[in-house]
């Protein structure tokens, strides 16, 4: 077992230490007028080596060299721009404001700036953290408040370390009722959103962060929400190697969105219990959803399933479309939906993810990977009034916007977890302030229209001759829509 990032360093009157939840250096060092960082890996034969989260206690405000070297899984964002962060003690985030050069070390990527103290305790980190205490604090908050609707949070487990790993449990009072520690209702169904199954993933906590707060709100279309389903949240399934300062992996050194197929319950309990979860609702289940970032592919972006029946295609190409007409920074040309359910074992295999074990377990079409880049997008989408008063961040229009797609900071993933919820609302058509009514496409029939047609243009549909020709008549697509005819898609039938 690897003993992870946590050290400290005294060089030159400077401490430098990662000894705190979520810090993570390897080594410090003094080299001439620098001081170079190292990066510390998951476990002993991982690559996965990048993140660093690290404080630095000096009495005289210095001007800082800092080189950091090994950086390895992020490097592309890196040297596309991406400033790593700080923070005064007691202050707030932001992004390094002095230049910061890269350059290829025998190590990896090494980035190197100045930094001038303006306090005597300073934190720098890869990305904005969002530590494990980060998350309890969180839900501590929201536990202290009373609310005139359903709200629970529970301990779902314990994880390999004997952290929590919690289970928030929202909706409305009516047709809810506890059976056996269960929540039962009749006419709901459930919403399952995850986040931090990869540990340096920061961003999908500020997006888990603003879902709980949007649920939580008094946001009419939370109201709906609350009354339409039974929401059930866990916030951070992987808060061991959280806690450590893993880029990616647990404790054991484990890619947790690996194990879905192959759980055992002492070596990722989490997951485990999570699964039992999906198991215990099965077709109660509406969507689930697993938030994530990722570092090479830009935009904010689902992955799908890929469906046998086309009419199922649509119905799970429904939430990333919806994405796109709420938010001014998802990008549906990114989304895929992918058949991963072959056991294989070739590198890229996703066999064991949330998304192929979600879509397994209960059948329903809607379960997706919601990943979102660290640094940026490159395209901005109109988005149509709600009627109601938005951020800035939900609107094209806005300043945020005004020099085409924003660097993603924190505000962005807020404004991405609300999306994500308002997406929800209109997927079965009762939200009362939906964008959709002021958008070209009217109403949902006439969206799901466009969406088979969007479909169809891409791959691997746009290989299938039946469908590309039925798609072409809108006649056509309304009677799939309504069940009247069925594409199944078979592998046969695709003509690449
Ligand atoms: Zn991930």
């Not at 002095?98 to 300073?122: D, R, Y």
Request: charged share 25%; hydrophobic share 30%.
């Amino acid at each position: 077992m690897d003993i992870g990032g946590k050290n400290y360093f005294y060089l030159d009157n400077i401490e430098f230490d990662s000894e705190f939840d979520s810090g993570s250096l390897a080594k410090a060092q003094k080299i001439g007028q620098e001081y170079w960082i190292y990066t510390s890996r998951d476990a002993s034969k991982s690559s996965a080596k990048s993140w660093f989260y690290f404080r630095v206690k000096c009495r005289e405000l210095r001007c800082l060299q800092l080189r950091i070297k090994s950086l390895g899984y992020h490097s592309k964002m890196l040297q596309e721009g991406l400033k790593p962060v700080f923070k005064d003690e007691g202050g707030k985030w932001g992004r390094i404001p002095e230049e910061v050069g890269s350059c290829k070390g025998e190590l990896g990527l090494e980035l190197f700036f100045e930094h001038q103290m303006t306090a005597n305790v300073v934190y720098f980190a890869l990305y904005y953290p969002y530590s494990y205490t980060d998350c309890q604090n969180f839900l501590c908050n929201l536990e202290s408040v009373s609310y005139p609707f359903y709200f629970r949070r529970e301990n779902l487990t314990s994880s390999f370390e004997g952290r929590r790993c919690d289970l928030l449990l929202v909706s409305s009072f009516e047709d809810i009722k506890e059976d056996q520690g269960r929540v039962v209702s009749e006419n709901k169904k459930a919403v399952v959103v995850s986040a931090r199954v990869h540990a340096g993933e920061t961003p999908s906590s500020y997006v888990m962060q603003a879902v709980l707060e949007f649920l939580l709100g008094n946001d009419p279309r939370a109201e709906a929400l609350r009354n339409h389903f039974v929401f059930y949240i866990v916030p951070m399934l992987n808060p061991d190697g959280v806690s450590r300062g893993n880029l990616r992996l647990d404790t054991l050194g484990q890619d947790l969105n690996r194990t879905y197929n192959s759980t055992s319950p002492e070596k990722c309990p989490t997951i485990f219990a999570l699964k039992n979860l999906l198991q215990e609702l099965r077709q109660e289940i509406y969507c689930f959803i697993d938030l994530h970032a990722h570092a090479s592919i830009k935009g904010i972006f689902t992955f799908g399933n890929l469906m046998k029946d086309f009419k199922q295609q649509i119905e799970s190409a429904l939430f990333p479309k919806f994405m796109e007409l709420n938010s001014p920074n998802f990008h549906w040309k990114q989304c895929s939906f992918k058949d991963n359910t072959e056991q294989t074992d070739k590198p890229g295999n996703r066999v064991g993810t949330a998304r192929t074990f979600g879509h397994l377990c209960t059948g329903i079409p809607r379960v997706y990977t919601l990943e979102c880049n660290y640094n940026s997008g490159f395209k901005v989408n109109e988005t149509y009034p709600s009627n109601l008063e938005e951020s800035p961040y939900s609107d094209h229009k806005s300043y945020v916007y005004s020099n085409g797609p924003p660097l993603y900071d924190t505000e962005i993933f807020e404004e991405t977890g609300k999306s994500v919820c308002v997406s929800i609302l209109d997927m079965i058509d009762k939200n009362p302030f939906s964008r959709l009514k002021n958008s070209p496409f009217k109403d949902l029939e006439t969206f799901k229209i466009h969406v088979a047609e969007q479909l169809a243009g891409i791959p691997p549909f746009r290989y299938y001759n039946t469908l590309r020709h039925l798609c072409k008549s809108k006649y056509s697509l309304k009677e799939i829509l309504r069940g009247k005819v069925s594409v199944v898609l078979s592998s046969t039938e695709s003509s690449k």
